[in-house]
T-cell receptor
Framework: NAGVMQNPRHLVRRRGQEARLRCSPMKGHSHVYWYRQLPEEGLKFMVYLQKENIIDESGMPKERFSAEFPKEGPSILRIQQVVRGDSAAYFC??????????????FGEGSWLTVV | RKEVEQDPGPFNVPEGATVAFNCTYSNSASQSFFWYRQDCRKEPKLLMSVYSSGNEDGRFTAQLNRASQYISLLIRDSKLSDSATYLCVVNRGNYGGSQGNLIFGKGTKLSVKP
């Protein structure tokens, strides 16, 4: 029973390029969350999606960042025109239902983005 | 005030020591509380949920004081394998309408030495 799968695990981009991070939730999970962890910081909530819907994007930067979770395929976190400050670990998590409590959420191994 | 504040650490302790982590949170609407463990360059993993009555899992004991918005984690008889960063986590509750939205502390690094 595969867990939350993220790829790539490590990504290097030059300033100004685009970064695409993919997340396949656990089997049977239809709710996906993205978190960002800057160096020496705690994880910060970015966005919560269900299939084809963005439910809560209150943690997403206003520009350059977007997320989607199409009917078919993985969830994608897209960062356009990356800057050095985007260098971070990006964690995806999934849950089988709307998770108000935080009890049923499972994290992927993360994608480490380095902007040079 | 930060939403979740933890001891800055790092804690360097010998094997067998008892170590305590403290955490305070500011969101009174939070309903669920957790301790996560994160190893270097790995994902956070749930260590234990924290209940109002306090709960224990082997060498680990968690306490919650809702009135003072304070959470603690006690590790007894620490092992080398306990070395990690311990994250205090609360859910956002109904604040701002967010759902399934966890608030993480910055974590306290623990290093257990032989």
């Amino acid at each position: 029973n595969a867990g939350v799968m993220q790829n790539p695990r490590h990504l290097v981009r030059r300033r100004g390029q685009e970064a695409r991070l993919r997340c396949s939730p656990m089997k049977g999970h239809s709710h996906v969350y993205w978190y960002r962890q800057l160096p020496e910081e705690g994880l910060k909530f970015m966005v919560y999606l269900q299939k084809e819907n963005i439910i809560d994007e209150s943690g997403m930067p206003k520009e350059r960042f977007s997320a989607e979770f199409p009917k078919e395929g993985p969830s994608i976190l897209r960062i356009q025109q990356v800057v050095r400050g985007d260098s971070a670990a990006y964690f995806c998590a999934s849950s089988p239902r709307q998770d108000r409590s935080g009890n049923t959420i499972y994290f992927g191994e993360g994608s480490w983005l380095t902007v040079v | 005030r930060k939403e979740v504040e933890q001891d800055p650490g790092p804690f360097n302790v010998p094997e067998g020591a008892t170590v305590a982590f403290n955490c305070t949170y500011s969101n009174s609407a939070s309903q669920s509380f957790f301790w996560y463990r994160q190893d270097c360059r790995k994902e956070p993993k749930l260590l234990m949920s924290v209940y109002s009555s306090g709960n224990e899992d082997g060498r680990f004991t968690a306490q919650l004081n809702r009135a003072s918005q304070y959470i603690s984690l006690l590790i007894r008889d620490s092992k080398l394998s306990d070395s990690a960063t311990y994250l205090c986590v609360v859910n956002r509750g109904n604040y701002g309408g967010s759902q399934g939205n966890l608030i993480f502390g910055k974590g306290t690094k623990l290093s257990v030495k032989p």
